[in-house]
């Protein structure tokens, strides 16, 4: 067994958060212990997300801090993993000639045996590989002590190739995991105390297109109800263009399946909507939003939107902000348009200059405030059940739940209750949370 402490430091999604904490199983599993703070790591691993705007100058801006540690401690092993890794590899070492390991997405699995190969002389070791099976997809992680929810990736990759997505060149073609390998992996989840599990994937919605066994994603979620210990099910992402009529019904036939879901819009324009490839137009989209609410008329929807897409107009612009309007996120995750190199749509005429994709974004997030306050007041004097996920950030004295709804509820109450879904009276609204009392 190996001996020493690792420290890993990671950007992005909920699917990069998952991708840490298999990362952390397996240096555990090899006698590594985590630590907190870098500065007594034996072993550094930035996990890094290039979807974003700048993603790039945020982990260069971050190597940099850690090589006054490699410059202090020679032995200091640092590596890169994720999308950015899988993207810019050569590039790594090219910037931080200090740099031990670039590991792609297809290979964590490897990461212990790379980091062995290091200890004996080995340096600036890279592996990018695209696998036709990423075997890392079923690396199984015992879940922190005093944790009720866990993330379980269903699926990785994408077929979809949006104009302005980096997403299928840095995790590869999708690959959807065994229905049975999931099930036994909540079914450990359960029995280690897990109550809530979110499964991932960059369309889940698509879930089961490239197994030989005739499973769909409806058909998953109505198994995973059935397990003993698991309260709550979560998922992210859907693409509005695979959501179907069945997966609708699961938020009112399935008792576990929260009452949230997470799905992006992009554009309320058909013209950008269609530059974009996103397979669907406004009003199909709308008629989804309307099957969702028929199904489940209390479902919080959340969306992602960008700002500033090549050939957007104010006109388009404004398209985006009636559709606003018309569907009332609960919240929205909004950003201006970045190239990504190697994309489609890096190379598009039309780029909108940089104050006016800010003014825009600044009137969209003003509005998408409004009416996530407005969305939060609505509930004000409900009751709703609440599964507490621990210590409150703002106040030690409260304790923190979360609605089926995906709402951040603080109140009064001791840590007896970590673990337990308990009553709550909403009290009061605030932006992006609520103040509860408990029953």
Known sequence: MSTGKFHIHTFGCQMNA???????????????????????????????CSVREKADQKVYSQLGRFKKLKQENPDLIIGVAGCLAQEQAAGFFRKATYLDLVIGTHNLHRLVKMIEEIKSGKSQIADTTFRRSVRSLGIRTLPSPGSVSAFVTIMQGCNN???????????????????????????????????????????????????????????????????????????TTSHPKDLSGDLAACFADLDKVCEHIHLPVQSGSDYVLKKMKRGYTVGGYLEKVGMLRDACPGISITSDIIVGFPGEKEDDFQKTIDLMEEVRFDNTFSFRYCDRHGTASEGYDGKVEETVKQERLSRLQAIQERHSLEKNRYLEGSVKDVLV????????????????????????GGADLIGKTVRVKIVRAHMHSLRGELL
């Open 18 to 48: 998952h991708d840490s904490e298999q990362m952390a199983q397996l240096l555990g599993e090899a006698g590594y212990v985590k630590t907190g703070d870098p500065e007594g790591a034996d072993i550094i691993i930035i996990n890094t």
């Open 161 to 235: 190739f949006c104009s302005y997505c980096i997403v299928p060149y840095v995790r590869g073609r999708e690959e959807s995991r065994q229905s049975a390998d999931i099930m036994d992996e909540i079914r450990f989840l359960a029995e280690n105390g897990i109550m809530e599990v979110t499964l991932l994937g960059q369309n889940v919605n698509s879930y089961g297109a490239t197994l030989s066994e005739d499973v769909d994603f409806p058909e998953l979620l109505g198994m995973i109800n059935k397990i003993d210990g698991i309260d709550r099910i979560r998922f």
């Open 389 to 412: 996920e621990g210590i409150s950030k703002n106040d030690d004295t409260d304790i923190k739940g979360r609605t089926s709804g995906n709402k951040i509820v603080n109140f009064a």
